[in-house]
């Protein structure tokens, strides 16, 4: 016999998913006990569990599942056979589906009329404070993306209107912002994408007593010193997206938490590991936090109901205000902070985790919430 904890290691399901498909009576353990409601597995059902993971992994429903289980147990290779291609078929008539909607979308696209692009000839000298660009900076840098296949998400977006500098990056799944107030901008709005190797060379130059000048003129960026130091170089030849629709969230509920004491209960505590992204197929960890009644904030054992959403059960506490997010990303957040103390804004399960200055709530940073699919 095998404890869970062995046959999730074994099969590559978490316990958790183990649990939800015992409770879903697609892969019932061969022993509970009685007192502890400890789970027990035959040997062979590890086999049972890795073929599981694998039909989960290509998309096939629960009910076909257990019966191919059914059927893989009892040698019934036609039953078998059959469920397989009846879901490949549905999978086959899915992406031609999709391919035939995506042409249509193409057409539309080239349909429309596709203006002439203008030269950048934006210009702006905005002034600020360097230890506040610093900050800012420090609070945006590590939402920024590296996917090649994304290029406009390669940098950070410096959006310069009126009183304020506002940085913002995002690589899809995190997204960060902070506000820098300025002097002596008063023409129109300016956007510019500064590209990572720029930012990295302005926060190094940044942060000493002395104030700076941000330069944009077209597509050349510069900063420069009191002193004379200056970095500067051209930015991204893309249009960021409009982050200003993404940060539009309804209010949710708001708690506090000392930064140090929440970021070593999200190290050492309840996690499930092994989350496989679908877009590019990266592999991270999930924490499930959750605010109760009385304004705590509490890690979470990681239990999903049958449509993957997060539930109330499985040691957290009850009050559905639960959330899974990628571990690390949050511990990105929490240091990107730099308070002592920040707010934790949570929604819908389905909607992102916002983390807040309690002092300032024009920085802040977003974190996407992940599907746990049992």
Request: include cysteine.
């Amino acid at each position: 016999m095998r404890g869970i904890g062995e046959t999730a290691r074994d099969s590559g399901l978490s316990v958790s998913a183990l649990r939800f498909y015992d409770r879903a009576g697609v892969l019932v353990p061969a022993w509970v006990d009685p007192v502890s409601g400890y789970r027990w597995y035959a040997p062979g059902q590890s086999d049972e569990a890795r073929l599981l993971a694998r039909l989960r992994r290509a998309g096939m429903p629960l009910a076909d599942i257990r019966l191919v289980l059914a059927g893989w147990t009892g040698a019934d290779t036609d039953l078998v056979q059959q469920l397989l291609e009846a879901h490949l078929r549905r999978l086959e008539r899915g992406l031609s589906d999709a391919r035939g909607e995506f042409s249509m979308l193409r057409a539309l696209l080239d349909d429309r009329e596709k203006p002439m692009t203008p030269l950048r000839t934006a210009t702006a000298r905005p002034a600020l404070t360097s230890p506040e660009l610093a900050a800012a900076l420090d609070a945006v840098r590590f939402a920024a993306g590296t996917d090649p296949e994304l290029p406009m998400l390669g940098g950070v977006l410096f959006d310069i209107e009126g009183d304020a500098l506002r940085l913002v990056a995002t690589d899809r799944y995190r997204l960060a912002v902070a506000r820098v107030p300025v002097t002596g901008h008063s023409g129109p709005r300016v956007q510019v994408v500064v590209p990572l190797p720029l930012v990295d060379a302005m926060r190094a130059l940044a942060g000493g007593p002395e104030p700076v000048r941000l330069a944009v003129d077209g597509d050349r960026v510069t900063l420069e010193t009191g002193s004379g130091r200056q970095v500067a170089g051209r930015s991204l030849d893309h249009d960021f997206p409009d982050y200003l629709r993404l940060v539009s969230l309804p209010a949710g509920r708001r708690a506090v938490v000392d930064v140090a004491s929440f970021r070593e209960a999200v190290q050492e505590g309840p996690v499930r590991t092994g989350e496989v992204r679908e877009e590019d197929g990266a592999v991270f960890d999930v924490s499930v936090i959750g605010a109760g009644a009385d304004g705590t904030v509490r890690v979470c054992d990681d239990g999903t109901d049958a449509d993957g959403s997060v539930n109330g059960g499985g040691g957290g506490n009850g009050d559905g205000g639960r959330v899974a997010v990628n571990r690390a990303f949050l511990l990105d957040a929490l240091d990107a902070g730099a308070r002592d103390r920040l707010v934790l804004e949570f929604g819908a399960p389905t909607a992102p985790v916002a983390i807040r200055r309690p002092d300032d709530e024009d920085t802040f940073s977003l974190l996407m919430p992940v599907r746990l699919d049992g």
